[in-house]
């Protein structure tokens, strides 16, 4: 009987298969990656007004910014005025609910001496009516100090025009789901490779015709599709029981998986890096805490980087979990292709380069 060849493709989907199953046996794995998201998603989005409000507004280029209508409200801590962005950008980001209004302040040359044009959407929700409170207050003010001037010192002149309401889960889910990314691709990769050389497993597996790429293949098969099975499952989860916006449905669904997948690769690295550097399985922890705490606070995971201080904020754009949370984001609610949002897939994957190059150099074996 002839004996067939050793096959390391099918030795490397049998490492799959063997470490897959661990990994959903393990109580740790189903909690970071499952359970811990969900109950976020729950407190988050069910729980809200607890962050702080800030109201998003653009600034028209037309707008005359010497009045005192204008002044003051540069002043209301609530209301951040965005300079930056084309007018064609405006009407689009109002739309889809990434600003919450538009303003364009004119002078007249009679009363009303100032009006005030604001344009909202439907997306916008309770922003409008918190930014009209603010202009109706500074109206009155300025009334107050002009006694002599023919009211109404000024006006506003509203109008509103459709767009995609900005629930709190189409924020909150998006982060949720890079929180887990993260988790399984660190602590998940540092834990099994450091566990596999302690107990010397590995090199058990060097005894055998095994190559070691089939080992790393066969292990990140393994948790890349374990990440995107849970992934998939949050998605839903938010969809049916939460209302989470997905603007093209299965095709955003995919599209979320796939950057899902680029996510998870990249987060493995520092689980690689992890492993190499950690003595013991209690020095992993204390490490891998010092990559993802910083991500899980500052990358937009549970609060917008716009609220930070400017200080930090450049920080938070450096990280590579702000630029999945923002892809993420983007392809639900706006419908953005992966095209779209190739700027966020080049940093992470600028980020990959990096940390894979670190990981071989910290990567140990035995």
């Not at 049998?14 to 046996?25: C, D, L, Q, T």
């Not at 790393?216 to 992934?231: D, H, K, N, P, T």
Request: proline letters at 5%; aromatic letters at 12%.
């Amino acid at each position: 009987m002839t004996e067939q060849p050793y096959s390391n493709f099918k030795a490397t989907l049998a490492i799959a298969k063997a470490s897959f199953r661990s990994i959903i046996r393990s109580p740790s794995s189903v909690v970071f990656t499952l359970l811990f998201p969900l109950i976020f998603i729950l407190v988050f989005g069910f729980i809200s007004g607890g962050g702080v409000i800030s109201v998003d507004v653009g600034v028209a280029k037309t707008n005359d910014t010497l009045n005192p209508v204008y002044q003051a409200l540069k002043n209301v801590s609530v209301v951040r005025l965005i300079h930056s962005q084309t007018p064609e950008q405006m009407e689009a980001n109002l739309k889809k609910g990434s600003i919450d209004a538009i303003l364009n302040i004119q002078k007249n040359t009679k009363a009303p001496y100032f009006t005030v044009n604001v344009q909202t959407s439907k997306a916008s929700g309770e922003k409008a009516a918190i930014l009209k409170s603010a202009l109706n207050n500074i109206f009155f003010q300025i009334n107050s100090h002009v006694p002599d001037a023919p009211p109404p010192v000024a006006e506003i002149r509203e109008s509103t025009i459709s767009g995609r309401e900005y629930k709190t889960i189409d924020f909150i889910l998006p982060g949720q789901l890079g929180f887990a990314l993260l988790s399984t691709g660190v602590f998940g990769t540092a834990f099994v490779f450091l566990s596999l050389r302690i107990t010397l497993v590995i090199k058990r597996f060097f005894a055998t015709p095994v190559k070691r790429y089939s080992i790393v293949i066969g292990e990140a098969i393994a948790r890349i599709s374990f990440a995107l099975i849970g992934a998939l499952f949050i998605i839903l989860i938010g969809r049916f029981a939460f209302g989470f916006t997905l603007v093209h449905g299965v095709v955003t669904v995919l599209n979320m998986l796939l950057l899902s997948f680029i996510g998870v690769i990249v987060f493995m690295g520092f689980g690689f890096v992890v492993s190499g550097i950690a003595k013991n399985e209690s020095t992993v922890p204390p490490i891998a805490n010092m990559i993802t705490l910083p991500q899980f606070l500052l990358s937009g995971t549970f609060f917008s980087i716009n609220v930070f201080p400017a200080w930090l904020q450049p920080i938070s754009r450096a990280l590579p979990l702000t630029y999945l949370n923002d892809a993420l984001r983007k392809v639900a609610f706006e419908g953005a292709s992966l095209f779209d949002v190739s700027h966020q897939i080049l940093i992470m994957c600028i980020w990959g380069i990096v940390v894979y190059a670190v990981a071989v150099k910290t990567f140990k074996w035995e």
